[in-house]
């Protein structure tokens, strides 16, 4: 325990050469953190980063890492989406998992639609695992993966997870009482919070292009949703926009996405201030 603490200090201070023992030490801390948290953990109410995709992108992770150390009063949710397309996925994953564990009160991860066994395998994370480890070490990742709740609430109606607005939600009960522990989020309500994406428009639900039951959400869909649980403001990831950010439904829904994405993507961090004012930061 004390010597994973010490690793997890250890890669944010800029380690990257773990060995596979090391690796299995800083899953088990994070898993003993975060297998007890329930689907939607609750986040606090102002003073939070919220971190979209970063595939990968190792300077993306750091620079979350300076803003969470450099402004101890603040709080950090990353949105997901730590590995697959980048160049640098192991040290990613690492370093969200270092941050999680150092600062447990205050900087939570959630999971992403990527964080599955079956699209980690097909989208690069499981062949840069086998190339520098083995397959066993990725199954240890993916065991970590299983454990990141799905969403985050704060008691002042703010709500996060990587994809968006599941079809069929009335209460937040539905969503804490679903099982997440599974490797390819089989529940359909898991899937679609990390899968769903927002369209403007008057409608509930429609096809996404996506595949795989998920679904685009329109602002009767949102309005409902947001009305049945409270919620005033959402944040989520998992789309690429060029300035990396979108709003959405009035301001109500922020998409934000923090990776630069081969240079198409000006990468920006979410920071909601008090009275749910949000400033987009360029990184
Ligand atoms: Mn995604």
New binding site residues.
Partial sequence: MVIAMQLAKQVLDGKTDLTTEEIEQLVGVFLDEYKGLSNVVETPRRNVFYVG?LHGELQSAKAARDLIEGSRDASMVFL??YADRGPQQIETVNMVLSLAIEFPRRVIALR???ESDSVARTYGFYNAVKAKYSPEIFDVYCSSFKALPLAGLSSNGVFSC?GGVPEGIRNLDQLQGLDRFQEDMQNPIAFQLTWNDPAEGDFHFGPNWRGGGSRIFGRLAFNEFAESLGIVLMFR??QVFPNGFQKFFDDKLISVFSARYHGRVKPKIAYLRDGLKTELIQI
């Fill in positions: 995709d997901g989406d992403g639609n990527h990587h990831a998992h």
